[in-house]
């Protein structure tokens, strides 16, 4: 396989020791919803700091050192106070951080849950519905109202999967487990500033065990970085305001390299026996995430060495340059993906999430 990502956890979200930059943090994924498991190879690790973790003194005086660092941050004290009154580890939290069944999804079964007919259907009366929203979000950032949509469906369904855990005690509770401190202690600090900017209120804080919120799946961190005010009511609201979700997920991709003058790749038909002499991939996706590509070649030389549109065609004739995506190895479907792809890769770094979302904008965007 091209890519064989070892999860701590979540989707895409990829928190595990290498990178835990995308937007989702890829640790939502598993269990979070039949539909949206994880389609990666998941193995589970066992540490003796649950015990440890769970003790309230120690969790309480780390916690107050965490008060210390917030307000030395310029977090107002009494947004300290309010947000950390009570706050305890949450047990289901590192049950579920830990206790991650081993498996293993092709991309034809991921591509059966997802790029489903409801799915569809619902993602092209999305694009109705919100056609005036999307050509100005289109127009601002450059994103694909297509590519907006099928990020939209598969991180929440449209919206229509909402995640219940209380963020805070949640975030507080892998930051102070010592598997990921670093990375999850930033998460807390980044959930404080969005309280003491007015960003939202604390009795909406909501997200996945992991820390994942909003209809985006936001970590705190990206909501600070990308999250939009777009209907203009001076809050970033990626929960409930369509409007900001969408201009959020233009605002990331656009952010991470989006081409307004390119998709994001296409399925080929390749030679005989052409995956198998490609050799171990070796190039990265994009900055940071582990998935590999072939080498990076122009459109023209693919195209000398027998690559043809899954029609049989011959490809097109830009000036583009494209690496090889192999999802399910040699054997499986071959996708030509181009700079665009790396963009959605940022948001998710795994091959699986990164194709399924191209498949599901082409057929939202078909008429």
Request: some cysteine; hydrophobic content about 40%; proline content about 4%.
């Amino acid at each position: 396989m091209l890519d064989s990502h070892r999860y701590g956890t979540r989707q895409g979200v990829v928190c595990g020791k290498a990178r835990m930059m995308s937007a989702t943090c890829g640790l939502r994924l598993p269990k979070r919803i039949l539909y949206l498991a994880i389609p990666f190879t998941v193995a589970a690790s066992l540490f003796s700091s649950i015990a440890h973790a769970q003790k309230k003194p120690d969790f309480e005086s780390w916690l107050q050192a965490v008060r210390v660092e917030a307000a030395k941050r310029g977090i107002k004290q009494s947004i300290i106070d309010s947000a950390l009154k009570d706050v305890k580890p949450i047990k289901r939290v590192l049950r579920r951080d830990r206790n991650q069944s081993e498996f293993k999804l092709t991309l034809k079964r991921y591509l059966n849950r997802v790029v489903t007919t409801e799915n569809v259907k619902r993602g092209k009366n999305m694009a109705k519905r919100h056609s005036n929203i999307l050509r100005a979000v289109t127009k601002k950032y450059g994103v694909a109202p297509r590519v907006i949509l099928a990020i939209w469906g598969i991180e929440t369904r449209f919206g229509l999967v909402k995640a219940n855990v209380p963020l805070i005690p949640s975030v507080a509770t892998l930051a102070y487990d010592r598997r990921r401190s670093k990375y999850f202690r930033a998460q807390l600090f980044a959930v404080l500033r969005m309280l003491d900017k007015g960003y939202i209120d604390q009795d909406s804080l909501f997200g996945s065990w992991a820390g994942a919120m909003g209809q985006p799946q936001f970590m705190p961190s990206s909501y600070l970085a990308y999250a939009q005010d777009f209907d203009g009511d001076g809050r970033r609201d990626i929960w409930k305001s369509v409007p900001d979700v969408l201009a959020s997920i233009a605002n990331y991709l656009a952010k991470h390299g989006w081409r307004s003058d390119m998709t994001w790749g296409r399925e080929v038909a390749l030679p005989v026996g052409y995956a198998e002499n490609l050799g171990t991939p070796t190039r990265r996706v994009t900055r940071g995430c582990r998935a590999r590509t072939s080498a990076l070649k122009n459109l023209a030389a693919w195209q000398s060495e027998g690559v043809r549109r899954i029609s049989g065609a011959d490809l097109p004739t830009r000036n583009l340059s494209a690496v090889l995506v192999l999802p399910d190895g040699t054997e499986g479907r071959a996708f030509l993906t181009y700079k665009n792809y790396a963009a959605i890769m940022s948001y998710n770094c795994a091959h699986l999430y990164g194709i399924t979302v191209g498949v599901l904008s082409d057929r939202i965007g078909k008429r």
